[in-house]
């Protein structure tokens, strides 16, 4: 794993398929992988590597401050962290990396961060967002599962599990997270005057079982940007691993739909 220093703090990332090298060209956009409110680079498992192998595209993935092996985050964490993310954190990263065109691919917090950072201002080099399981406001269903993934951290294996995957930074990635969506006040967060503002086309992917959140997220974006939008049976919170073949599909379609334009 590599490892980038940005104005936020040290940031771990990987590509998949280096560009420069024989195997891609480096004007090609890249695909960018933000990942869910707990995940991490390693959480993402092989999935980026489908994603590229079937796109032809270098992807670039990278975890957030507070998780995996990036720096540590502050307790608690605004209730405008998402905010910060897309406008602020994102573009600086990108710029660190030498990062121009691009695709956005952002799972759950990783969704709703990519749909702030396209309705943000000008982003002449995004070509396109891919939101899987975004929210674009807070509903009752999240904030309910938030409260048993609580519980499964204080009382059960959740913590130990997670520690694999974000060792020192477990209680950044956890408590960061989960104390800002379970905080009363959250309950009036809402991205939607960020979609309205998106000019790019974005493709929504959400499972009709996810248990984050219901299709009245999909419907508003949709709505609200033009979106194109798939709903998968068979599939909770998490379509990459539900449902990865018909998610890598819609995405590498996607990718090569905005390439196109």
């Known amino acids: 794993m590599q490892s980038v220093t940005t104005p936020a703090g040290r940031m771990e990332y990987r590509w998949v398929g280096h560009r420069g090298t024989a195997l891609h060209d480096a004007a090609l956009p890249v695909p960018v992988f933000l990942h869910e409110g707990l995940g991490c680079v390693s959480l993402w498992k092989d999935f980026p590597d489908s994603v590229a192998a079937a796109t032809g595209l270098p992807v670039l993935v990278y975890s957030r401050i507070g998780y995996g092996g990036s720096d540590p985050c502050t ?20 710029a660190a990396l030498g990062v121009q065109k691009h695709i956005l691919v952002g799972h759950s ?15 002449p080099d995004l070509l396109g967002v891919v939101a899987m399981a975004p929210h674009v406001f807070c509903e009752e269903i999240s904030v309910t599962s938030i409260r048993a993934a609580g519980k499964a951290y204080a009382e059960a294996d959740l913590k130990a599990r997670l520690e694999k995957y974000h060792g020192g930074n477990v209680d950044c990635a956890f408590r ?13 967060w809402n991205i939607e005057g960020y979609v309205d503002r998106i000019r790019v086309p974005v493709l929504v992917i959400q499972g009709e079982d996810d248990e984050y959140g219901t299709a009245a997220q999909v419907d508003s974006i949709v709505r609200r940007a033009g979106a194109e939008s798939l709903m998968l049976p068979g599939c909770g919170h998490s379509p990459q691993r539900d449902q990865p073949e018909a998610s890598l599909r819609a995405i590498s379609a996607f990718c090569r739909k905005v390439m196109a334009v």
Request: with cysteine; aromatic share 8%.
């Open 75 to 94: 307790l608690p964490r605004p209730l405008t962290y998402m905010h910060e993310e897309g406008e602020s954190v994102l573009p600086q990263l990108l």
């Open 109 to 123: 917090d990783g969704a709703s961060i990519s749909l702030i950072n396209a309705g943000s201002g000008e982003r």
């Open 176 to 188: 960061g997270w989960c104390d800002a969506w379970l905080d009363p006040a959250f309950m009036q």
